[in-house]
């Protein structure tokens, strides 16, 4: 990868994990209520353009989750590893679970962001840690 | 508006064959359909082509030129891309261009090169059919997308891994005589559970294998069928595509695919038929758990039910139902791009009696092929009937 390519930041998502690492992590509202995930201009679900950033509920809870054991190659370092998908509040959110041994995640469980890093890649990875 | 029929179908065998390019497979697959229909290629009116991982396979963009070039083919070509569901997606269009009258005569099919990439880099590409973003730079991989649509449907509707075997074990038994087949030999219940794991629940038995392979169909307008004395006694009847969010985690559903439940309601509608109407299908089970949310979604199972169906052998060659005679994705094999063209020749063999499974649906008239696109963010159905 050169420079160039290793600094290019892929506008509203970049942006949105240097929120969550400050625990600061938004999701964006329409004044109709749907929530969704930035980089986005317009409400999937109603059509609206003015959205709002609104805080990201502190906890999420777990809805469904694997352990992968054949991942991209840009996880080969990092497997076996959780991901999961967990709801919080207006949006559900795709996260590899960290903090906890793979086989204790279950739905149901409750968490909080937490930006990781791959052992693969060094890149940032959005994460859930167990509150 | 003009019936649509099947002239010809053709398909290489699918399978491991990394140094094959796909305009190879496709040169095979469209031979095949042709000699199959009857039809002179210079009837050909168009190439509607499906493929998804071209550039990353084997460094080829625009495909459609090369492929109608393959084919012999002197018309214009377009790909269609929409993940597995491309072939799908172009059948789709080239029977409503039949029907409108726009054409007479479509080559449409499809092909993927994979083998060539090795397991990482076919894992790498698949994964591209999900959001990169949020999806697939938190680890996501494709077998990983269906482990949490298994999970979900276990917490949602109860079921265990042991029940997903069946329907493994069931498609390698079907696919015993399909000499297209990448796997022709039986597998037991104790072999899934005892593979390793790919993501779980899903272990390497729950999972379609990485193939090479391609799938050419000719489509006729019924004028055009009859004015040249064609035998084509299977016509595309119903064609119906359904859509849903691209990332899993904004769906309504996690474990239900509303996208092919649009996409059979439509079809269903379309060719005036209901869901009690059809003798069997082909459907998209890329994974064992696939299955099970293709059938409930097309009405062929109430939901919930879907992953007892092979178990209890509703859905076996001789059951009530038969799903996936072919062989299916799981051990027919699923070179991505071929997939959706694919399926509607197994179904239009099985109809004419022309399949080494036809036994099992001799009096069958109604057939339906089901194709999906990533975690099912597309979905088509196509509903093949015999004409009297
Ligand atoms: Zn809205």
Known sequence: MSDTESETRDAGFDEWLDAAEEGAAYYLACPNDHGSLPPRRVCPDCGVTDLEEA???????????TVTHVPTPAFEEDAPYATAVADFGPVRITGQVVGIDTEDVESGLEVEIEVTVSETTGERVLGFSPV | MSDVRVAGVGLTPFGNAPERTSRDLFA?????????????????????????????????????PLMAEA?????????????????????????????????DVILVGGAERMTNLGTAGATEALAIAADDLWEVRAGMTFPGAYAL???????????????????????????????????????????????????????????????????????????????HGLEAPVSISGTGQGGDRMALHDRE???????????GDEAYADAGVDAADVDFAEVHDCFTIAEVLAIESLDLFPVGEGISAARDGRTTADGETPINLSGGLKAKGHPVGATG?????????????????SEFVADATTGVAHNAGGTVASATVHVLEVTE
């Open chain 2, 71 to 103: 084919a012999g083919v002197q018309a214009p070509a377009t790909r269609y891309e929409s993940a597995c569901a491309s072939s799908g997606a172009a059948v789709r269009d080239a029977v409503m261009r039949i029907r409108n009258g726009e054409d």
């Open chain 2, 149 to 227: 649509m298994a999970q979900a449907y276990f917490d949602e509707y109860g079921g265990e891994h042991e029940d997903l075997a069946h329907i493994a074990v069931k498609n390698h038994e079907n696919a015993l005589n399909n000499e297209k087949a990448q796997y022709q030999s039986a597998i037991e219940v104790s072999d899934v559970l005892e593979a390793p794991q790919v993501s779980s629940p899903l272990g390497l038995y729950d999972s379609c294998p990485i193939s090479d392979g391609a799938a050419a169909v000719v489509l006729t307008s019924e004028d055009y069928a009859e004015e």
């Open chain 2, 341 to 357: 063209a694919s399926q509607i020749a197994e179904v239009t063999k099985l109809l004419s009696g022309n399949h080494p499974n």
């Open chain 2, 28 to 64: 095979e697959a469209s031979i095949a359909a042709f000699e199959d229909s009857g039809v002179p290629r210079d009837d050909v009116d168009a190439l509607l082509y499906g493929n998804f991982m071209g550039e990353l396979s084997e460094h080829q963009g625009h495909q459609g």
């Open chain 2, 253 to 263: 559903y996690l474990a239900r695919s509303p996208a092919a439940r649009a996409a």
């Open chain 1, 55 to 65: 805080s990201l509920p502190e906890t999420g809870e777990i809805r469904t989750f």
